[in-house]
């Protein structure tokens, strides 16, 4: 099998190479070596410095997942997710074999990686319930855009109730586990006598998740410092 020299523009070159993705490096791997860009030859130096999706899926995800957070999982479209991750269709569904619903479930996952990396600051912490309301009041200091996207986990069961049980599913997951991490560091408070409230750690672990729900309510109709420091400290009271 013989292979003829073929002549083609870097840059067209590089974005062919770009939509082909995964599979593209694999043939144009081969290949390389008889691809003249101007006038000189493609070989694997240049094929290995193009992005690796595969490596940089973690950034991509977190691209992603702004987009599906700012507009939901429905009005989302390909084009947005292209655009914000920079990368063309054909690396897109060699990436994500299972297109916009396989990147919105793995978005939704790296947001329980980081609650989990939440759930190991707070047992760390020689007081989890300080880590806690903490975190709670760093809310009131966001930027205002920050403000209008609430949480995704909420936004998607709100979103995805009637719609997407599978979606809905996974999200209430999260927000069980953030229940959880709730619970236990409160049960820890009452039992170092930290707090006062003798209500018990499901109950209370609940009301903050009630809280959250609200808060990232109104944070969307009063994104002012001021007001929303007030009512954290207010709904916080509980906890002493």
């Not at 309301?133 to 760093?138: E, G």
């Not at 750690?201 to 809280?211: A, N, Q, S």
Request: hydrophobic share 40%; net charge negative.
């Amino acid at each position: 099998m013989s292979l003829s020299l073929k002549i083609v523009d870097s840059a067209d070159y590089l974005e062919s190479y770009h939509e082909l993705g995964i599979y593209g490096e694999k043939i144009l791997n081969g290949i390389g070596n008889n691809i003249r860009c101007g006038n000189s030859l493609v070989d694997s130096a240049i094929l290995s410095a193009y992005p690796n999706l595969a490596e940089d899926e973690e950034e991509l995800l977190r691209k992603a997942q702004i987009v599906f957070w700012e507009k939901g999982f429905t009005p989302t479209s390909l084009e947005d997710l292209l655009e914000a991750m920079q990368i063309g269709s054909g690396s897109f569904y060699n990436t994500f074999k299972g297109g916009k619903k396989e990147l919105f479930s793995k978005a939704l996952q790296l947001r329980r990686n980081d609650l989990k990396n939440f759930k190991e600051q707070l047992i760390q912490s020689d007081s989890p319930l300080d880590v806690l309301k903490d975190f709670f009041r760093s809310l009131a200091e966001t930027e205002p855009h920050s403000h209008l996207m609430g949480c995704l986990i909420v936004n998607t069961i709100i979103e995805m109730t009637f719609v997407d049980t599978k979606f809905q599913q996974e999200a209430l997951v999260i927000l069980r586990e953030m229940e959880q991490i709730y619970i236990w560091a409160i049960d820890k408070a009452q039992k170092e006598g930290k707090i006062i409230n003798r209500t018990s750690p499901e109950i209370l672990g609940r009301y903050l998740v009630t809280f959250w729900s609200g808060l990232n309510v109104i944070r969307r109709m009063y994104p002012d410092k001021k007001i929303l420091a007030a009512q954290i400290e207010m709904q916080l009271s509980i906890l002493s």
